[in-house]
């Protein structure tokens, strides 16, 4: 029996969510037209508003509504900082940490040169412009401790080397409440090679 054209288009629509292959796409399909109109309604809606009013803010590259971002508008934050992280959901966890207040550049990914993924997809452009206006003074570097994360702080170390801003890593180690016997043998390495004096 033949799909429906209409249906077929809306399953390899979905698809393109990250973790969702064919038969997931065929039951999210299958729940919103079945089960839930309003839902898909809602979903539609939400998709195609988000499509047309979500930019990227000027300053630090995250999305928002508006040509600043609230954040970056916030006279409370230390102008003088500028953490640069991978994602958004990155610049929500140091959010929720309470641990920083300074600003923030995101990346929108990391470098990847076998996924096609190089500086210019990354928006190093934009970050260069971004510290060029003399008020940062101490670039903190928040990519992950993957492979690419390690990768796209050493490229943005070396790119940003000269820039008259002080460069640093945020550190890596066990994780607060971690027992030694279940962290892995690179983590413990790291967390040996990082400590300091108390």
Not at 65 to 82: F, G, I, M, N, P
């Amino acid at each position: 029996m033949k799909t429906a054209a209409s249906l077929e288009d809306l399953i390899e629509a979905l698809r393109c969510l990250p973790g969702v292959g064919p038969r997931s796409a065929q039951r999210m399909a299958y729940h919103l037209l079945q089960r839930d109109h309003p839902g898909a309604q809602r979903l539609a809606n939400s998709l195609a508003y988000a499509l047309q009013h979500i930019r990227h803010c000027e300053k630090c590259n995250n999305f928002t509504e508006e040509v600043v971002c609230e954040l970056c508008r916030s006279q409370s934050r230390d102008a003088k900082l500028l953490c640069v992280v991978e994602m958004p959901a990155d610049l929500l966890m140091m959010e929720q940490a309470h641990c920083y207040k300074g600003m923030y550049f995101v990346l929108m990914g990391r470098l990847s040169p076998l996924d096609g993924i190089g500086p210019r997809e990354i928006h190093l452009d934009r970050l260069l412009k971004r510290i060029q206006d003399g008020v940062v003074r101490e670039i903190v570097l928040a990519t992950n401790f993957t492979v690419e994360g390690e990768a796209t702080a050493h490229y943005i170390g070396e790119l940003l080397h000269d820039k008259g801003a002080k460069i640093t890593r945020i550190a890596r180690g066990l994780p607060v409440g971690g027992e030694l016997e279940y962290v892995d043998s690179g983590t413990l390495a790291q967390a040996v090679l990082e400590r300091r004096e108390i």
